[in-house]
Antibody, heavy 118, light 108 residues
Framework: EVQLVESGGGLVQPGGSLRLSCAVS????????MSWVRQTPGKGLQWVSV???????YYADSVKGRFTSSRDNSKNMLYLQMNSLRAEDTAVYYC????????????WGQGTLVTVSS | SYVLTQPPSVSVAPGKTAMITCGGN??????VHWYQQKAGQAPVLVIY???DRPSGIPERFSGSNSGNTATLTVSGVEAGDEADYYC???????????FGGGTKLTVL
């Protein structure tokens, strides 16, 4: 059974850092296209980043230079390192699995809430 | 950057057909995916590559894509279909995933 479970969310002050984790089972994280998508409470979905099976990463303009997506194939884990956090980064963060460039995200985690506030 | 435009809301009576549009410049040249998100839950893929259905998704859900508009059609709408629906494409020029703003489907 495919499962994705996010963790690491919480309350952080503006300018602070947080690392989100996504534990994967039922497939190999290194063989898939893994995305992070966020959703501000009551708002729509916003793509954050993607890491390809080959390791190439891409980021939304709003987080480029501040967020870094990585993975640990030995642990079957996906990570999102978030630095220089801003109030507008407050959202539920989802990890999602895709299998090809331009393809859909067929599996999603339940999300983890990040709140940036003083 | 590429922009996808969806109507904020669509209302339909039970048993009728709901059509949710997703507008974008020459979107017919891109592959469109649709997600359903019920309150408090993660998104679920309901249509991929314009009109394919994942296993477990009822045949009542269908999709089309041509010109500047992609459409998600839900036939014989049921109360359980009430949710937010999002379209999504891959913008190869920017290497960005793009989501539409979402449409709230209300079953009257």
């Amino acid at each position: 059974e495919v499962q994705l479970v996010e963790s690491g969310g919480g309350l952080v002050q503006p300018g602070g850092s947080l690392r989100l984790s996504c534990a994967v089972s039922g497939f190999t994280v290194g063989s898939n296209y893994m995305s992070w998508v966020r959703q501000t409470p009551g708002k729509g979905l916003q793509w954050v980043s993607v890491i390809y099976s080959g390791g190439t990463t891409y980021y939304a303009d709003s987080v480029k230079g501040r967020f870094t997506s990585s993975r640990d194939n030995s642990k079957n884990m996906l990570y999102l390192q978030m630095n220089s956090l801003r109030a507008e980064d407050t959202a539920v963060y989802y990890c999602a699995r895709g299998v090809s460039t331009g393809g859909p995200s067929g599996n999603w985690g339940q999300g983890t809430l990040v709140t940036v506030s003083s | 950057s590429y922009v996808l435009t969806q109507p904020p809301s669509v209302s339909v009576a039970p048993g009728k057909t709901a059509m949710i549009t997703c507008g974008g410049n020459n979107i017919g040249r891109k592959s469109v995916h649709w997600y359903q998100q019920k309150a408090g839950q993660a998104p679920v893929l309901v249509i991929y590559y314009d009109g394919d259905r994942p296993s477990g998704i009822p045949e009542r859900f269908s999709g089309s894509n041509s010109g500047n508009t992609a459409t998600l059609t839900v036939s014989g709408v049921e109360a359980g279909d009430e949710a937010d629906y999002y379209c999504q494409v891959w913008d190869s020029s920017s290497e960005h995933v793009v989501f539409g703003g979402g449409t709230k489907l209300t079953v009257l």
